[in-house]
């Protein structure tokens, strides 16, 4: 019995030895180690009061639970308002035009007398699920008087000023409020159809894709683009995101200007998104917050169902901009649904040929490709891992096949490439069903550097990364020994976000500099009592449930 006993332990420390969080707890300061004890009790006395009960419409609660049904009980939890202030490092996996609150994109687009709105389908309480919003600005030439989309006189696919479509939206459709809704509900996933009607990964996929041929023509509108870009970036700092790596898709070659002409080119997209990001960094600087934000660069994706022709162009088009706007461009990446689109194995021809154009003009456009967005196991979108990982991508987006392959582990490990785990667009795109069914400990556990990521908030509702952090701070809770974390390790994630960049080594330093000032009074607040979480664990045996 002894020897057994002993066996055991050796085996388990030996197991723990190699481990990330392992590490970095025994490097842990006094402070980081009170706050993860302290962070650890919350997270226990959570889970045995709200995340033991049954919630008014929602069965079978669970930390790490189905995030649109959870939702509402996330956000009323102590851990979660906790996590809300801590400093997340950088976001490196997103798309830009999924990450601004979808009502307050359609207050935007209220406010543009240039934006009109048609269907093509009669509106009916019936068939207002499944009939979406086609909007575009027109040149005030086009501009109507049509006053309803929904009226018996309507002719379909007539266009109407917006604000018209609104004011008269049929009072059976719900009036004003029941526009509001019925565009709302084209540009997000609600719980239904994640988990009910949709519940295949190929039939999320079919409304995932629809959000976006909503979404796009409000945001390719130069007077929307740059108010848009503004809030992108003031939600991510208030959520503690000081640096932003989003993805923007150039596949339109050409954005609406103002006067509705569809003629602006991407350096002029890149232009207002440099003139936006200066005017923040000046407004942090004069309220004296410049470590809470460092800037931004794109990376450059187009979509993955051009000709290899056409890919030429995009490839070509992103070297011009790299040597205009050097210190904007990030990278490149070929983004939409890897399943149905075409591999990275069918560009192959002119992605070597974009090295080695690279080589000759003495300029650096790292891929950071997404690759292993899949269920499958030898697939196509599993093979992009393989030619993502030849190809010498810098990170990998999303990787969720990668668990599956020990030989590309080992070279992720080796080589320092970073994947952007996704774990609530994972979910709600239906590859895990839940957070603990999710990959990342595999990835974590081995050692390859992991960034947390939000990929596409409108649509999903994760707004900023907290409800990521939120709903991956529970993996590690089965084992709530004293030698497996909690905080710790999402400081940690947090700090190797920064590492992962594309920063150069300079700018990279006073990022690190930065974050860590906020993460030691994060940890401090904790630590010494000003959250009030141990007052309150300890008054209330157990938290209030909700
Ligand atoms: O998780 C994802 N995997 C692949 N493509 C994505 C994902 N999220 C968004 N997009 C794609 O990005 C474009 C918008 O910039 C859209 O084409 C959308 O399908």
Known sequence: MDKYLSARSALITEERKSRRDTI?????????????????????????????????????????????????????????????????????HSHLDAMVNANYLINLALEQPAM?????????????GSVHPEFRPLTP?????????????????????????????????????????????ALTINP??????????????????????????????????????????????????????????????????????????????????????????????????TDEFIGARIIYSTIRNVTCEELEWYLEDCISLKLEFPHLIAGFDLVG???????????????????????????????????????????????????????????????????KHPKLI?????????????????????LSSSMPAHPLPVLLNNGVPVALCSDDPSVFGNMGLSYDFFQVSFDFYVLVASEVTGLITLGDIARQSIESSTLDETEKAQALFSWGRKWDAFVKSIADGSTGIEREIASTDGFPII
Request: glycine residues 6%.
């Open 410 to 430: 080992e070279i992720c490990k080796e080589r320092g490439v970073t994947v952007e785990v996704c774990p609530i667009s994972n979910e709600i795109l239906r």
């Open 192 to 289: 239904t159809e994640a988990y009910v009607t949709h519940n295949t990964v190929k039939k999320i996929w079919n409304k995932f894709r629809t959000t976006f041929m909503v979404s796009t023509p409000l945001i390719r509108f130069v007077p929307i683009w740059s108010n848009y870009i503004r809030e992108f970036f003031r939600t991510l700092i208030e959520d503690g995101v000081s640096y932003v790596e989003p993805r923007v898709n150039f596949w339109h070659k050409f954005m609406v200007g103002e006067d509705g002409e569809e003629n602006v080119p991407h350096r002029q997209w890149i232009i207002l998104f440099g003139q936006v990001l200066d005017e923040i960094k000046t407004q942090m600087k004069t309220q004296g917050k």
């Open 141 to 185: 030439h086009e501009y109507t008087n049509i006053k309803s989309l929904t009226s018996d006189k309507y002719e379909l696919g007539a266009w109407v000023p917006i604000r018209s479509a609104r004011a008269h939206f049929a009072t059976s459709l719900g009036g004003p409020e029941g526009f509001d809704q019925w565009v709302f509900n």
């Open 24 to 92: 970095r707890i025994a490097n842990a300061s006094e402070e980081e180690l009170q706050a993860e004890q302290i962070v650890r009790n919350l997270r226990k006395s959570e889970t045995a009061s709200i995340w033991s009960t049954e919630h008014e419409g929602i069965g079978n609660v669970f930390p790490g639970m189905e995030f649109l049904t959870a939702r509402a009980v996330i956000t009323k939890t102590r851990l979660f308002q906790l996590l809300c202030k801590m400093p997340k490092g950088a976001l490196l």
């Open 337 to 403: 649904d890897e399943n149905v689109l075409q591999p990275l194995i069918y560009y192959i021809r002119p992605l070597l040929r974009f090295q080695e154009r690279q080589k000759e003009l003495g300029i650096d456009i790292p891929f950071i490709f997404h690759a292993g967005e899949t269920l499958g196991d030898g697939d196509a979108p599993d093979m992009n891992l393989f030619d993502a990982i030849l190809l010498g991508s810098k990170r990998i987006g999303h990787g969720f096949s990668l668990a």
């Open 116 to 128: 009109h709105v048609r269907v093509n389908t009669r509106l009916t309480e019936e068939s207002l």
